[in-house]
């Protein structure tokens, strides 16, 4: 039941965000789906690191150690997580400007299942390209985008015109999100903490 409007935000995914708008259900339920969606692409991650390997044109293929994999992942699962919590606070905080008054539950649905696409293109992984994963990537970003621009009129109950302004503020934000979390992860490994590679 957890993933139960999986399918339905690929297949029709404005009558799905009507569903999930009806069918209000608790955070758990949210956090849940973001606790099960996150595993995809940190355990693709740590399959393709150690198993796979990464080749990145006419290159050595790279990989990581075991140690070095499990650390990753769960960098990733975690930040992945915390990502979306804090993306859904976002909403929440510029939701009084356009007359939106979300409940923590409605703005953290908005953020999981805008993130889920994302998420999913983890398996991506499984064929550990560059170019394959940047371009599913690009993919998975864009219907995100959509389903961001398409859940916030229902979600938030505010008019479409308002929900494009709303939609690219939140889109605007979670870039500088990510822009943050890219800037603390290159910290992080120029600090030590960074991955080691198989020779």
């Keep these: ?103 923590w539950t409605q703005s953290l649905e908005l953020a999981a299942y805008t993130a889920t696409p994302l998420f999913m293109v983890g398996f991506a992984g499984l064929y550990p390209q560059l170019w394959f994963v940047m371009s599913v990537g690009l993919v998975g970003l864009s219907y995100s985008v959509y389903l961001l621009y398409a859940g916030v009129p229902i979600i938030m109950h505010i008019p479409e015109e308002k929900g494009f302004i709303y939609a690219s503020s939140v889109i605007t934000c979670g870039l500088v999100l990510l822009s943050i979390l890219m800037a603390a992860t290159i910290i992080a490994w120029g600090s030590g903490f960074g991955p080691q590679f198989l020779h």
């Design 1 to 103: 039941m957890i993933l139960n409007h999986l399918l339905g935000i690929y297949t029709h995914p404005r009558e799905e965000w009507a569903t999930i708008d009806r069918k209000h259900e608790n955070c758990v339920y949210a956090l849940s789906h973001i606790l099960v969606i996150a595993l995809i692409p940190s355990l693709v991650t740590y399959y393709s690191a150690t198993q796979l390997g990464w080749k990145i044109g006419a290159g050595d293929t790279i990989r990581l150690t075991e140690q070095s994999a499990v650390f990753v992942s769960i960098g990733l699962y975690i930040g992945l997580f915390l990502g979306v919590l804090a993306l859904s606070l976002l909403i929440r905080e510029l939701a009084a400007i356009f007359d939106a008054k979300p409940t």
